[in-house]
């Protein structure tokens, strides 16, 4: 299966906007600890401690007996603002234990957004493309008949009617199958 970028990026936007507004309605008091934050970004607590080793901002340090204090505005700013390191988002640069904890976010998050409808199978979306592609075809091709049975058109413009939706349909096929030329 392959990933759709532009759905990616939609999806991206869209948790985005989602945390900004949990942000802003936030009381004046944004601090939490290592759990809340987790909660709140929706990752686990590994993830979080793999930020804090990254450089993630943090109000005061925890320790034995102390919660950890971290401001989630400027966890938002450095996670999505740019500050946060590149190789962040790449599995393959992470330590053995969170790349795997990466790998299981985003096998739930594969799972979630099945269950709630959000993301299909790549076979699913092939049989649903293909059979509406088949009846815009399929329209196509009886269109002129149409025209001329319904409206009561003539044959030149018939004729005229026909090469444009042959013209029509090869552009579709060239860009569905674009080494079809």
């Given at each position: 299966m392959q990933l759709?970028?532009?759905a990616f990026f939609g999806c991206l936007g869209l948790f985005l906007v989602s945390v900004i507004n949990d942000l802003a309605a936030l009381p004046a008091g944004r601090l939490a600890n290592k759990a809340q934050v987790a909660e709140f970004f929706e990752v686990s607590v590994p993830t979080v401690?793999?930020?804090?080793?990254?450089?993630?901002?943090?109000?005061?340090?925890?320790?034995r007996g102390r919660q950890w204090r971290i401001d989630l505005l400027?966890?938002?700013?450095?996670?999505f603002g740019?500050?946060?390191?590149?190789?962040?988002?790449d599995p393959?640069?992470?330590a053995p234990k969170d790349r795997l904890d990466w790998y299981k976010g985003a096998r739930e998050r594969t799972k979630h957004l099945q269950e709630c409808g959000e993301?299909?199978?790549?076979?699913?979306?092939?049989?649903?493309?293909?059979?509406?592609?088949q009846g815009v075809a399929m329209g196509l091709e009886s269109l002129p008949d149409i025209l001329e049975r319904d409206a009561g058109i003539d044959g030149a413009a018939i004729e005229r009617a026909q090469?444009?939706?042959?013209r029509l349909r090869e552009d579709l096929y060239r860009r569905i199958v674009p080494d079809a030329s």
């Amino acid at each position: 299966m392959q990933l759709d970028i532009r759905a990616f990026f939609g999806c991206l936007g869209l948790f985005l906007v989602s945390v900004i507004n949990d942000l802003a309605a936030l009381p004046a008091g944004r601090l939490a600890n290592k759990a809340q934050v987790a909660e709140f970004f929706e990752v686990s607590v590994p993830t979080v401690d793999a930020w804090l080793r990254r450089g993630c901002p943090v109000v005061e340090r925890g320790g034995r007996g102390r919660q950890w204090r971290i401001d989630l505005l400027e966890v938002a700013r450095w996670r999505f603002g740019g500050d946060a390191p590149e190789d962040g988002d790449d599995p393959e640069k992470m330590a053995p234990k969170d790349r795997l904890d990466w790998y299981k976010g985003a096998r739930e998050r594969t799972k979630h957004l099945q269950e709630c409808g959000e993301l299909l199978p790549a076979a699913e979306f092939e049989r649903t493309l293909s059979a509406v592609l088949q009846g815009v075809a399929m329209g196509l091709e009886s269109l002129p008949d149409i025209l001329e049975r319904d409206a009561g058109i003539d044959g030149a413009a018939i004729e005229r009617a026909q090469g444009v939706v042959d013209r029509l349909r090869e552009d579709l096929y060239r860009r569905i199958v674009p080494d079809a030329s």
